[in-house]
C-alpha cells in the first residue's frame, strides 16, 4: 500500500453583509467570509490538503477565480469533485485533521453538523474527520476579526 499526506491552508476576510459558510454549513455570524466563491475556508483548506496529497496541484489550479463557472459556487462542490479526482487516480481518503482559526462564532457547537456534511462528499466517515477551533487570542487580522483562516492535514492511500 501507498500512503501520502497533503496539508492545506486558506484564508479570508471578513465582512459584514455577507454569509459565512463554514464546514458546509451556514453559520449565524455578524460578518461572513468573502471570496469568488461561497468562501468556505474550512472546505478550501481540506481540498487544497487532498490535492498536494495526490500531486494533483492546488485548487486554484482547478477552479480559477478568473473562471465565472465559480462564482459564487458552493464549495461543497469543489470537494466532491477534488474526491472525484483522487478517486480516478485510484487515491482514498483515510483521514482529515483540520483546526480553523477565528474569533468568533464558535465552532464548537456546529462540528458535529459539519462532519455529517463533510463526510459523505469525501466517502468517509464522520469519525474519520477532526475538526477543532481556536482562536488567535485577538492577536493579528485574525483577532481583530477581519479574517479567518483554516488548516488541513490529510492522509490518502493507494492499493
Known sequence: MKIRVGLGFDVH??????DF???GIKLEAEKGAVGYSDAD????????????AANLRDIGFHYSNND?????????FFLQDVTRMLSEKGWTIEN????LVLEKPKVNPHIEEMKKVLAPLMNIS?????????TNEKLGYVG???GVNAMAVVLISKK
Open 13 to 18: 476576510p471578513l465582512q459584514s453583509g455577507h
Open 21 to 23: 459558510w463554514l464546514g
Open 41 to 52: 475556508v474550512l472546505i478550501h483548506a481540506i481540498c487544497d490538503a487532498l490535492l498536494g
Open 68 to 76: 465565472p463557472r465559480w462564482k459564487g459556487k458552493d464549495s461543497k
Open 96 to 99: 482529515v485533521d483540520s483546526t
Open 126 to 134: 464522520p469519525d474519520d474527520i477532526s475538526i477543532k477551533a481556536t
Open 144 to 146: 481583530r476579526e477581519e
